[in-house]
């Protein structure tokens, strides 16, 4: 997944690398990248990779943490055929307030406590996954930074990691406040 071009000055910031060297370790000019942190430019596809493995190389230098490190392996989830009644039970089990809802290793949503509290009148136990199912969780490489888990936390509950076409972590708002003051 291309990481969000908005995100650049905030990860090179946190990062502590000037646009100058930057530029310098992406293979580009200065000026370019200046250019996109301040929304004047779209990079074609080439650049943008160029610059995102420059501020992976930067992260790995400076040892900051990835989102394999802190992810949750393997995930909880369920499936839409299933009830709202065993997404319920697994939630209470395993302390946790969100599932991802996969069929066939395909996420395909997810079903939150907020988004069960939300339709609580209208709901029964023995209803269906596919009744109440909810937007699915943003997919993340597991060489993902803390801060850009960060800023899609700030959005939704809960973030997926995929290694090679496979889902295989979870992380949640929990699991990065473990990581508190970290700032890469």
């Known amino acids: 997944m291309m990481r ?13 690398i000037s646009q100058k060297k930057l530029a310098r370790m992406a293979g580009v000019s200065q000026s370019l ?4 942190e301040r929304g004047q430019l779209v990079p074609s596809y080439e650049v943008a990779v160029k610059i995102f493995k420059a501020l992976e ?7 900051c943490t990835k989102a394999s490190e802190i992810m949750t392996s393997p995930i909880i989830s369920v499936s839409p055929d299933d009830t709202v009644a065993k997404a319920i ?3 209470e089990e395993r302390g946790i307030s969100q599932l991802p809802v ?16 939300r339709k609580l009148s209208s709901l029964s136990s023995e209803a269906r996954i596919s009744e109440v199912i909810e937007g699915a969780f943003p997919i993340f490489p597991p060489d993902a930074s803390i801060s850009m888990l960060r800023d899609m936390l700030l959005l939704y509950p809960a973030v997926l990691i995929q290694d090679k076409g496979k889902i295989v972590g979870i992380i949640t708002k929990s699991d990065l406040l473990k990581k508190l003051g970290e700032e890469c």
Request: proline share 0%; aromatic share 0%.
């Open 89 to 91: 039970s697994l939630m």
């Open 102 to 117: 996969m069929m066939g290793g395909r996420v395909i949503g997810s079903v939150t406590e907020e988004g069960l509290l």
């Open 4 to 16: 969000e071009l908005s995100l650049i000055a905030k990860e090179r910031k946190a990062l502590g």
């Open 57 to 63: 190389m930067a992260r790995k230098e400076r040892g």
């Open 33 to 36: 990248i200046s250019k996109i």
